[in-house]
């Protein structure tokens, strides 16, 4: 069964330090993996990565994606207040496309 | 614009009751999903349709049963409310479901059944 697993669950931190979260994955058939922010309402989007060892950069956030190894890491340097959240990554099949989800980082960014 | 917006926003109600939330999308997908986001934050897929045809349908009780008019709107309806389907429920949307694109989400609907 398709699987994917996040860690840490939960991480305080304070402003300015760099966060790496991470997400392990098994799967019969890969086609992306999804990295969103879930704030107090709809999980934004932030990225998708479908090949291995390229970096997706926006910011002050990168993540990349190891498919020999199964797992994906989201960095954020130089955290900020807004960007405590609840960190999702997701993994999508190609048979239907749905997106399965993993229990999430839930990050807070003391000031 | 909201390009994906449900309501209610929240909804409060006994067990035993029959609800509905709705869902429109605005962004010409042809793929449209619900999800469940339990109180640890877990989000899970309940049902998804392709062009008004279901592809997906997760082990969800009978209770459930969504209904999509046409391919801009997905409605879920729930039967006999028990406790446990207390939740936030989430809409989404996607061009195809076969294209390597990101699902884009609705604001959710805070389930409470008291």
């Known amino acids: 069964e398709d699987k994917v697993v996040q860690s840490p669950l939960s991480l305080v931190v304070h402003e300015g330090d760099t966060v790496t979260l991470n997400c392990s994955y098994e799967v019969t058939n890969f086609r992306s993996l999804l990295w969103y922010k879930q704030e107090k309402k709809a999980p934004t989007f932030l990225f998708m990565l479908?090949?291995?060892?390229i970096e997706k950069k926006s910011g002050r956030l990168s993540s990349i994606l190891d498919k020999k190894e199964l797992f994906s890491i989201l960095n954020i340097t130089a955290t900020q207040t807004g960007d405590s959240a609840v960190y999702l990554c997701a993994l999508r099949s190609s048979n239907t496309g749905k997106l399965i989800f993993g229990q999430g980082t839930t990050l807070q960014v003391k000031p | 614009d909201t390009a994906v917006s449900q309501t209610p926003k929240y909804l409060v109600t006994q067990m035993g009751n029959d609800k509905s939330i709705k869902c429109e999308q605005n962004l010409g997908h042809d793929t449209m999903y619900w999800y469940k986001q339990d109180s640890k934050k877990f989000l899970k897929i309940m049902f998804s349709y392709n062009n008004k045809e279901l592809i997906i349908n997760e082990t969800v009780p009978n209770r459930f049963s969504p209904k999509s008019p046409d391919k801009a709107h997905l409605n879920l309806h729930i039967n006999s409310l028990e406790l446990g389907d207390s939740a936030v429920y989430f809409c989404?949307?996607?061009?195809?479901?076969?294209?390597?694109?990101?699902?884009?989400f609705g604001n959710g609907t805070r389930l409470t059944v008291t």
């Open positions: 989404a949307s996607s061009p195809s479901p076969r294209e390597k694109t990101p699902l884009h």
């Open positions: 479908t090949s291995s060892g």
